[in-house]
């Protein structure tokens, strides 16, 4: 009996674990789903007459003609490091300063529901719209002097569900004299070739007003000029959407891995240029456009690699704010250039590392992630709003890490902000500004352990560098001679001389593939007198014109055109006829060499045997006087036997 009630309750557990198995995770999530998101806020509210009011939608995630909101504000927050529970989301334990009280969520179209917030100083009657009055902050301060940033709370219960957002509210209470100068540097790296990179540059091509740069890695221009597809197509057309505006500027961002102190230092200065001549050139392919001056980086530097840098012409660079040893964010000197020691004369800005973080973090739903980015930057602006000169916040975006619906909202918002003014990068630059606002001339660098070539390195690269250099002259094709220029200067690495040489290597095996595509016919050769013109064959598998010198080796022939001349090979066979003279009975090797423009490298070669029988003119016509002797001699021959045998 005991058995039989051990077996029935076991069982018995194994179905109530079951169940458990099956609605705890269910149950987990249900409590887990948010009530609402924050879709959009305004991130200005402007008190310059005492009252004001911004724009809210949320989304609901089922309809609920019940839910209920609270919006509660905040004392103003004065320091960076106050925003930090704002922006993690996990809010403030401090009592608000201002609250509406609960109101009803009645504005509903679909699952989102929109709302306006009343703001004022003094008394003053509410606002109201289509869906009844608005709720409302009050502000106990005085009217010009209402100015910063407050954090703000949203609590709203749908379906039973409570949940809670934070947000940031910023409010002008007088004129801004003086706004931050953002320049927005979206980076277009060699990998960001995605559906949702093709969205987030149309999103930006919105936008024709506001200044903006798109930093471009070389490698992304080549494949957007060589890729095939329909997925290439609609990310070319992206890429030259969002550079239609003239306020949408480009700029180089070589990729960080490029060793340019290295170059430097192992007689490779023209490699250096050429890693921001080569961004130049497929820019002014693509689309006509010209770079702007200041160069974007993406590493650490030595300051070595800023002097190779400057040398080469450079003369504005935006850095990492990681490459510095102190974070300008961390202080409240920040927002102008600088000065690196060793680097010469060469001019630098950091970017805002606090701020990237916040424009990438994909957890934060895109509007609300617009509105902290926007309330952040204002903050940055009442840390000084006094400023005698203008401070510059730069902020790289890595394309693949920004969205199209962010930048749409971002964009949105600072279009009318009075804190924020989008600029371009060259005036950040202004040599008056070094130093301006209290600032350090100069800041130092991260220490970085200089990479090593080994003599293989030296020697490789500059047997790969002349032959590509030789090579892309000669060509008649500009998107072959770029895609093999990118394959050079994309080997030139930091790293250790292994993974150097094999990046070299890599690069010579993309131009030996090209070079196997040309060959000459070998077939032997008959020529039967002084004036005969040599036959050659050129054979080119390649589908694209190509410049040659054809050299021909022999000390058995003469060539009044001379031994050597140009042509070029722009189909499958290229017969060429070259007139010889002097040459005797007898059997010979002709040199048949194939090379550039330059004779910098061989493209093809051939040993071609030619047989001269040394006939002239003089020889057709002894030969044929003798057959005419011979033929006559026949026929009075034969005419004699044909009498005798009638005479018979």
């Known amino acids: 009996m005991f058995h039989r009630f051990s077996t029935w309750w076991r069982a018995l557990s194994v179905v109530l674990l079951s169940l458990a198995t099956v609605t705890w995770p269910s149950a987990a999530q249900g409590a887990a789903t948010p009530a609402f998101l924050l879709m959009h806020q305004d991130s200005v509210v402007r008190l310059l007459s005492g009252s004001g009011q911004f724009a809210v939608t949320l989304e609901l995630p089922a309809k609920d003609l019940h839910a209920r909101a609270n919006v509660a504000l905040f004392a103003r927050v004065d320091t960076r490091s106050a925003l930090a529970p704002i922006l993690s989301g996990s809010g403030l334990t401090t009592p608000s300063i201002s609250s509406t009280g609960s109101f009803a969520l009645s504005c509903h179209a679909h699952q989102l529901t929109n709302f306006y917030v009343g703001v004022y100083i003094a008394a003053s009657r509410p606002g109201s719209g289509p869906c009844g009055s608005h709720p409302r902050l009050h502000l106990a301060c005085p009217s010009l002097n209402c100015g910063g940033v407050y954090p703000i709370r949203y609590t709203v219960t749908s379906n039973h569900v409570t949940h809670r957002e934070w947000s940031l509210l910023v409010v002008q209470s007088s004129r801004v004299l003086r706004p931050l100068q953002l320049n927005w540097i979206e980076t277009v790296g060699s990998r960001t070739t995605s559906a949702q990179s093709a969205q ?51 700029n180089a961002l070589p990729p960080e891995s490029i060793d340019f102190a290295g170059l430097a230092a192992n007689g490779f200065a023209s490699q250096v240029t050429n890693q921001f001549s080569l961004t130049s050139d497929l820019a002014r392919t693509f689309n006509g456009r010209y770079l702007d001056g200041p160069a974007i980086l993406s590493s650490t530097p030595t300051a070595a690699d800023l002097q190779a840098l400057a040398a080469s012409g450079v003369s504005n660079v935006v850095l990492p704010e990681s490459a510095l040893s102190a974070a300008p964010s961390t202080s409240l000197s920040w927002g102008t250039p600088f000065h690196v020691p060793g680097a010469g004369s060469l001019s630098a800005l950091s970017t805002d590392g606090p ?22 930057l204002a903050m940055l602006y009442f840390e000084a709003p006094n400023a005698r000169s203008p401070r510059s916040v730069v902020i790289t975006a890595p394309l693949e890490r920004t969205s199209g619906a962010f930048l749409n909202s971002f964009f949105r918002e600072i279009a009318n902000d009075p804190f924020i003014r989008a600029a371009n990068l060259v005036p950040s630059f202004n040599s008056s500004l070094i130093g301006a606002n209290g600032s350090p001339q100069t800041r130092t660098l991260t220490p970085t352990t200089a990479s090593t070539w080994s003599p293989t390195n030296v020697d490789s690269l500059m047997t790969v560098a002349s032959a590509v250099n030789s090579f892309t002259k000669s060509l008649r094709a500009p998107l072959v001679s770029e ?26 095996g993309a131009l030996n593939t090209q070079l196997q595509l040309f060959s000459v016919d070998p077939s032997s ?22 410049r040659v010198l054809v050299h021909l080796v022999t ?7 001379g031994q050597y001349f140009e042509t070029t090979l722009n189909s499958p066979t290229k017969a060429i006829r070259v007139v010889t003279e002097g040459h005797g009975v007898g059997s010979f090797t002709l040199q048949v060499v194939v090379t550039t423009q330059d004779s910098g490298i061989t493209l093809a ?16 016509l002894l030969t044929g006087g003798s057959l ?21």
């Open 525 to 546: 050769i008959t020529l039967t007198g002084t004036g005969s013109a040599l036959p050659i064959t050129l054979l080119s598998r390649a589908n694209y014109p190509m």
């Open 483 to 508: 895609t093999l220029r990118v394959a050079l200067a994309q080997s030139e690495i930091v790293g250790s001389p292994q993974e150097r040489e094999a990046a070299i290597v890599n690069v010579s």
């Open 628 to 648: 005419a002797v011979l033929a006559l001699w026949w026929w009075r021959t034969l005419r004699r036997r044909t009498k005798g045998r009638h005479a018979r």
């Open 355 to 376: 701020l990237e973080q916040l424009v990438t973090d994909s957890a934060i739903v895109p509007g609300l992630r617009a509105t902290l980015t926007a309330g952040t």
């Open 200 to 250: 987030a540059l149309l999103a930006l091509g919105k936008f024709p007003s506001s200044a903006l740069t798109l930093g471009v890695d070389y490698r992304a221009l080549s494949y957007a000029m060589n890729a095939t597809g329909s997925a290439a197509v609609a990310w070319r057309g992206a890429l030259n959407h969002a550079l239609a505006s003239p306020l949408h500027r480009l």
């Open 605 to 620: 070669r051939a040993a071609i045997q030619v047989r001269s029988t040394g006939t002239s003119i003089v020889g057709y």
């Open 555 to 561: 000390d058995r022939l003469k060539f009044p055109g």
